[in-house]
Nanobody, 125 residues
């Protein structure tokens, strides 16, 4: 089973920076789109940014120019560099992989819509 593990969250003052990382574990051949979502208390989960295996990116309007998503396909890792953080960025941030092809025993298999456990980001004013 493929797992995603996030790290890098924490408490930061407004205007500060954090870098989130998400590593996919397993005998992975390919990950299609990897993304970061966030969910603030009382709000729905929203897409923050995603990146295709070819490097195409897409961002939530409110984070454009402040956040940068990147990935290292060789390390099955996706990053989210967050600069100029604002209190409204406070949320639990989740990593997602939409389609992963990995070896299970001697056979390749696809897994879909895989989520990490989440990492808390808190921005104080």
């Amino acid at each position: 089973q493929v797992q995603l593990v996030e790290s890098g969250g924490g408490l930061v003052q407004a205007g500060g920076s954090l870098r989130l990382s998400c590593v996919a574990s397993g005998s992975i051949f390919h990950i299609n789109v990897m993304g970061w979502y966030r969910q603030a208390p009382g709000k729905q989960r929203e897409l923050v940014a995603h990146i295709t295996s070819g490097g195409q990116t897409n961002y939530l309007d409110s984070v454009k120019g402040r956040f940068t998503i990147s990935r290292d396909n060789g390390k099955n890792t996706v990053y989210l560099q967050m600069n100029s953080l604002k209190p409204e960025d406070t949320a639990v941030y989740y990593c997602n992989a939409d389609h992963v092809v990995a070896m299970f025993g001697s056979s390749p298999r696809s897994e879909y819509d895989i989520w990490g456990q989440g990492t808390q980001v808190t921005v104080s004013s």
